[in-house]
């Protein structure tokens, strides 16, 4: 990236995110799954990590960011319940830099920021570019999925009980959460992410799935706790590693009332090849 960087950062408060889907059966956030697949306990969710950077994308941009901003993260390494982790951006032009790290040093994610929804220079859609696709033949836990599927007429809401309960573990406990009901980008990623079965219905399973990476675009923002919105989706890429399967995604959220487009999610979902036993020796 050709990024112009200030010569400061921005530094966050170690904080301890928990998994709050520990007893989820058959999910990489469950201990026993996770550790099954070399993970070291019941993984945190990606999304998690994104709302610890919300505080200081305030101080850049304003509350405007919840209407026009965006968030792009690139998960490098799992983080497990009550692990300690600290938020570091970058401020900078046209995009600010984001990391994360742990206790020990390690770096959780690196990503980008701005107060421009479409970042064509975003670190997703970076990543997504320089992926090389998957050979034909060569995928089985998605392989009958296409590049260019696309899903329309979700219909898509995070209740108000639901909202709270989030809010009571969320490790930033910001005003415009609880006196306005706006959704954080883990939130905004937890609406988004009720498109999955949609979107993700020709997948093989059983398989075990974890968040590679996430965008939150912010286009005529802030989502709201329960309103309804409607939901399409778009497959843009499917890719492998050797111990993954990969499928890029976006999520288009509308305004159920106006049809107007709010919002828009991309997701990198991981299939771990290990979990499934179409990846078993002498499948």
């Known amino acids: 990236m050709t990024d112009t960087l200030a010569s400061e950062r921005l530094t966050g408060d170690f904080r301890s995110p928990h998994n709050g889907f520990q007893a989820a059966e058959g999910s990489i956030h469950n201990d026993a799954v996770a550790s099954r697949l ?36 690139h998960f490098t ?60 033949g060569s995928l089985r836990i998605y392989a009958d999925i296409q590049v260019g599927d696309t899903t329309a007429d979700i219909p898509m809401k995070l209740s108000r009980e639901r909202y709270e309960g989030t809010l009571s573990r969320i490790t930033e406990k910001l005003a415009i959460y609880a ?15 009720q498109a999955r079965p949609f979107v993700l219905a020709k997948s093989k399973a059983p398989y075990v799935g974890l968040f590679g990476a996430l965008e939150v675009r912010h286009l005529a923002g802030p989502v709201f ?35 107007k487009d709010v919002a828009s999610v991309t997701f990198m979902i991981r299939a771990m090849k290990p979990s499934s036993p179409l990846w078993k020796e002498g499948a």
């Not at 969710?45 to 901003?69: C, I, K, N, R």
């Open 225 to 259: 706790a329960d309103r309804d919105y409607v939901g399409r989706t778009t497959m843009h890429k499917l890719t492998e590693s050797p111990k993954t399967e990969n499928a890029w995604y976006d999520v288009d959220i509308a305004d159920a009332q106006t049809g």
């Open 38 to 73: 070399g993970f070291k306990g019941g993984t945190v969710p990606g999304s998690v990590h994104m709302d610890q950077f919300v505080p200081m994308l305030l101080q850049l941009y304003g509350p405007a960011w919840f209407e026009t901003g965006d968030i792009s993260t």
């Open 179 to 193: 006196e306005k009901g706006v959704l954080s980008p883990a939130n905004v990623v937890s609406l988004a992410h």
């Open 77 to 136: 390494q799992a983080t497990v319940d009550k692990e300690e982790v600290q938020a570091v951006t970058h401020p900078g032009e046209p995009r600010a830099r984001l990391q994360m790290f742990n206790r020990a040093g390690q770096q959780i994610l690196v990503g980008t920021a701005s107060a421009k929804a479409r970042d064509q220079g975003s670190e997703v859609a970076r990543r997504m570019a320089e992926q090389t696709p998957a050979a034909a």
